[in-house]
């Protein structure tokens, strides 16, 4: 399984899965391009890859996932500095234990885990194309069967408050909005060279509590105890990114070690709901000047 000379796009690399994908691929020879927030975190993933692939090639383009606008500005460099993207990995994702909103008015949570993906792949589908065959690869979440009976489209716009308790509900929902747009992003690339898959990569100690009071001691409780390490989620990614068996395999939803394909959680298995918060989401998107 190898990626030398492939280009590969990373969202929320600087961490938890995003770095371990990264690491990974580098070792398989990709060329990197990693997006990040964080300056300093950002050059530790960097000094991390490198050493355990000297001369491996990385860049790093930098904006935030909450803001809509930066997620476009991130997309125009990739293209500006890339002609060529053989896989972009939708890998950053957001648990707000408290309401936050966007500067468009979307709830965090909705912003980072669906829109943002969303817009970015919009910006770079013509380069994927361009690419030869390529894929994309959307990171979704077991947090999605704990979401409930919910209308996605309402959801979309939705800007209620809610209790740290009740953010797992929107969290899960979220991620069920990002395996919908992975479906209906497959259906539409039906009669391409891009493949298109969602996966969970089950429980992994990643950050993503980081809000927590008791965070910190807990992951180092986890990690101690060999529980949630992100390295083997990370292999799910990696697998489903570059390994040749994947490479017509498209419309799926993965998880598990052994990259089993399962069927996810309702309404992720909706067709109808996928087309439909498509739609939704380009009126928004485009209503908002973005597309």
């Known amino acids: 399984m190898m990626a030398k000379g492939q280009t590969v796009v990373i969202t929320g690399a600087t961490g938890g899965l995003g770095q371990c994908a990264a690491i990974d691929l580098a070792r398989h020879g990709a060329r990197l391009v990693l997006t990040a927030r964080d300056k300093q975190r950002a050059e530790i993933t960097v000094n991390l890859i490198k050493a355990e692939t000297p001369g491996a090639e990385v860049d790093v383009v930098f904006g935030d996932f909450s803001d809509l606008a930066s997620v476009a500005e991130i997309g125009r460099q990739i293209i500006q500095r890339h002609g060529n993207i053989d896989v972009l990995i939708n890998n950053a ?168 394909q399962v069927i996810p959680p309702s309404p992720g298995d909706d067709l109808e709901v996928a087309r439909a918060l498509w739609i939704a989401t380009e009126k928004e998107l485009s209503a908002r000047g973005y597309i």
């Open 93 to 260: 994702g957001l648990h707000a234990f408290s309401p936050r909103f966007s500067r468009d008015g979307h709830a965090e949570m909705v912003t980072v885990n669906y829109l943002a993906p969303w817009l970015l792949t919009h910006i770079l589908r013509g380069t994927l194309m361009r690419s030869g065959s390529s894929r994309i690869v959307t990171v979704g979440s077991d947090a999605s069967r704990r979401g409930g009976t919910f209308d996605p489209l309402a959801v979309l716009v939705d800007c209620s408050a809610f209790s740290a308790r009740g953010s797992s509900a929107l969290y899960g929902r979220t991620k069920t909005m990002a395996i919908l747009f992975s479906m209906e992003l497959a259906r539409q690339l039906t009669v391409t060279h891009i493949a298109a898959n969602a996966l969970c990569p089950g429980f992994n100690v990643t950050g993503l509590g980081r809000e927590l009071s008791f965070a910190a001691p807990l992951e180092q409780l986890l990690k101690w105890l060999n529980i949630g390490d992100p390295r083997r989620g990370a292999t799910l990614i990696v697998e489903l990114a570059i390994n040749p068996a994947f490479k017509d395999v498209s419309g799926g939803y993965f998880m598990g070690r052994r990259v089993r």
